[in-house]
């Protein structure tokens, strides 16, 4: 459909589309504002998720590099590390690793 635009409906769209973001994102806070309060809603709830991230400090970064190399050196998640190094680097991700708990928006 978007390819069958003519360019000054796609430009028009475009503006719309950005013309609603501000307000959108403000719908969003405060939706999310009032699910963290407490406030039951139908078929949108409050969910909490977990993000395990590897620390970016020199003694990690020399770590992983001494241990597994170059590949190791440009962190990536742990799960892509147990991926391509095995579960032998498992303690050395749990050593290193932060865990961030967020609450998201969830549409059911």
């Known amino acids: 459909y978007l390819v069958s635009l003519a360019d000054e409906q796609i430009e028009q769209l475009a503006y719309i ?5 501000s307000p959108t994102k403000k719908i969003d806070d405060e939706l999310k ?3 963290v309060k407490g406030t039951q809603f139908n078929h949108i ?3 909490e998720y977990q993000r395990t991230t590897i620390k970016d400090t020199e003694e990690n970064r020399n770590t992983f590099y001494k241990k597994y190399g170059l590949d190791a050196f440009v962190f990536r998640t742990p799960a892509q590390l147990k991926k ?25």
């Open 84 to 108: 391509k190094f095995g579960e032998k680097i498992e303690p050395d991700i749990n050593q290193a690793a932060k865990t961030d708990i967020s609450q998201r928006v969830k549409f059911d």
């Open 33 to 35: 504002t009032r699910l």
């Open 45 to 47: 709830s409050l969910t």
């Open 17 to 21: 589309v950005q013309s609603i973001k």
